[in-house]
């Protein structure tokens, strides 16, 4: 992500993202899901996964550049609320496509790729950004 280091670049990407989202979401579906193979809905369902995830993960780095003394709680919960009015929205999207449907099972599967996204971020930064808070307040308050 060292390309998404400015502000203006990593909400750019951002809303990129939403676009691809939107745009996948505008394409007319054809049968329904209760007869589509077992191994397209998994498909299917990954997609929204991976998509879902891939938002999280840009809307964590764009608020993160935009609030740079906030903490990751912080950040996290603002790049999980954004993520899932994103997906709510996708699913109403959805009702207005001819073949599609908004499901909140979707919503759900969605829910999937941003606590994915949350979790890689914890693991990855999260812990990082723990114990530097940590040691700089030993230094600043020794108590």
Not at 27 to 32: A, E, L, T, V
Not at 90 to 96: A, C, I, K, P
Request: aromatic residues 14%; positive net charge; glycine residues 6%.
């Amino acid at each position: 992500m060292r390309c998404l280091r400015s502000r203006s670049r990593a909400f750019s990407a951002l809303v990129v993202w939403m676009a691809v989202i939107f745009a996948f979401s505008s394409i007319p579906g054809g049968s329904p899901s209760s007869d589509m193979p077992l191994l397209m809905l998994f498909e299917r369902k990954g997609a929204h996964v991976f998509e879902f995830l891939i938002l999280f993960l840009l809307a964590y780095n764009a608020f993160r550049l935009t609030f740079p003394k906030e903490t990751f709680r912080f950040l996290g919960t603002l790049a999980v609320s954004f993520s899932l009015l994103y997906a709510f929205s996708d699913e109403t999207h959805q009702l207005f496509v001819p073949g599609r449907e908004g499901k909140l099972s979707d919503v759900g599967i969605d829910v999937a790729g941003i606590v994915l996204g949350a979790c890689a971020v914890y693991v990855l930064f999260g812990r990082w950004n723990f114990r530097s808070i940590r040691k700089k307040q030993s230094r600043v308050n020794p108590l």
